[in-house]
């Protein structure tokens, strides 16, 4: 519960307002310091004492533990910018292996120190207020558009190295989505990063939100293409793959429909999402009938891969309906 603070005037016409002595104590203010003031858009005004002297970098330390690499990325989620590995002897092979990994996984995460027992990880790029939201959710999308569509054909024409090719790119869709993280979490911690990058708090849960579906549409196409890789160059039916094809543009189509309606906040776009649902099911039921007839070999891969494409369409659902 915040303190209320009685708005005095001094006889010249000047308001002011004292501010409270712990916060001012916490904040290593003394007489004579400056202050900066920010008025948002929606009329509040903020008193920030740490952007007239630069903000030390805030440094977090980990020991080597079973889940070291959850908790790197758990760090840089919270938007630490050094993270420093310790060990009490040496750092093993195997830890420095899990540091490194993680480390390559997450963007502007890189190794600025190494020693026999410490590792120090410091995030080196520009600061928050260079990385826009919109921008970082849509090439998330753009990079998961590609998946869904090829993980699709990698199954449909039995195409092993495009679906090893859909299986490399998560790596790239996952860094984004840390990334994503990270600025939302930022921006709610700082409300002038907010009103600077035009961004609310509950907008940045909402795009957390979708960061978080289209992540888990490059989870199921590296489902899809694990399901081609275990095919084995089987082969399917032509008309068993006109269904599929025809499956894959539905779950595509909902897909870009859902992003677009999330960004411009369309509801009658939004609401085309929902109603590509009586194609997507005609087409399942068909492909279940037809499914009947195959080897032994492809049914159960088939109908895997058709279900994660089901919880594509499902997701992008999920994402049309954060616009309503």
């Known amino acids: 519960m915040g303190e209320s603070r009685k708005v005095q005037q001094t006889p010249t016409g000047t308001f002011f307002v004292c501010v409270p002595r712990d916060w001012a104590k916490k904040s290593g203010l003394k007489k004579g310091d400056l202050v900066s003031l920010d008025v948002t858009n929606d009329g509040k005004l903020i008193v920030d004492p740490s952007n007239i002297v630069e903000s030390p970098p805030r440094i977090t330390c980990l020991n080597i533990g079973p889940y070291l690499g959850r908790e790197i990325i758990g760090r840089y989620l919270l938007g630490y910018d050094i993270i420093d590995i310790e060990a009490k002897d040496r750092i093993d092979s195997d830890a420095r292996k899990v540091v490194k990994s993680t480390a ?10 190494e020693t026999s027992s410490k590792i120090s990880l410091q995030t080196l790029m520009q600061q ?69 990058l035009g961004i609310t708090p509950i907008e940045c849960l909402d795009y957390r939100l979708a960061a978080s579906l289209i992540e888990g549409i490059g989870d199921a196409c590296v489902q899809v293409a694990s399901k081609t890789i275990a095919l084995n160059g089987v082969k399917m039916s032509s ?45 399942y039921a068909n492909i279940e009938k037809v499914a009947k007839d195959s080897s032994v070999d492809l049914m159960p891969q088939l109908l895997a891969a058709v279900s994660f494409l089901r919880q594509i369409y499902e997701r992008s659902v999920d994402m049309a309906d954060l616009v309503v």
């Open 104 to 113: 390559s996984s997450l963007v502007g995460l890189e190794i600025v120190e």
């Open 239 to 283: 008309e068993l793959q006109k269904l599929l094809l025809d499956l894959q543009e539905a779950c595509c189509r909902a897909n870009e429909q859902a992003l677009k309606s999330f960004i411009t906040k369309d509801i009658s776009l939004a609401e085309n999402v929902r109603n590509i649902r009586t194609r997507i099911d005609i087409t």
């Open 128 to 196: 928050p207020s260079g990385f826009i939201p919109e921008k970082i959710l849509n090439r998330t999308y753009a990079i998961v558009a590609g998946m869904t569509r090829d993980a699709a054909n990698s199954f449909v024409y039995a195409d092993v190295e495009l679906a090893k090719n859909v299986i490399e790119r998560d790596t790239e869709s996952n860094k984004l989505y840390f990334l994503l993280v990270r600025i939302l979490r930022t921006i709610i911690q700082n409300p002038r990063l907010s009103d600077k």
